[in-house]
């Protein structure tokens, strides 16, 4: 599992350092992942939203989010072996 949070400015953050809002997230790695680093999948759940990336590529990993509601049905998906 990542230990460090990845932190986000807010997009209405200035240059200078005002008026700064920043957002974390706290990625977990998936239980299913090889303890050798292979098959990495990490989520970092959000009120909301579910970020997902690939932990083998650390932050330079492509990223995708999906509603809360949609990534709840594809774990259930997923769990029936299909």
Request: charged share 20%; proline share 4%.
């Amino acid at each position: 599992m990542t230990d460090s949070l990845t932190w986000f400015r807010s997009s209405y953050s200035d240059s200078q350092g005002g008026a700064c809002l920043e957002v974390a997230l706290d990625w977990r790695r998936s239980s299913h992942s090889g303890t050798e680093g292979g098959n990495c999948l990490e989520v970092a759940p959000c009120p909301h939203t579910v970020h997902v990336r690939d932990s083998k590529l650390g932050l330079r990993s492509p990223r995708f989010a999906v509603a809360g509601v949609t990534w709840t049905a594809f774990v259930a998906y997923a769990r029936t072996g299909a």
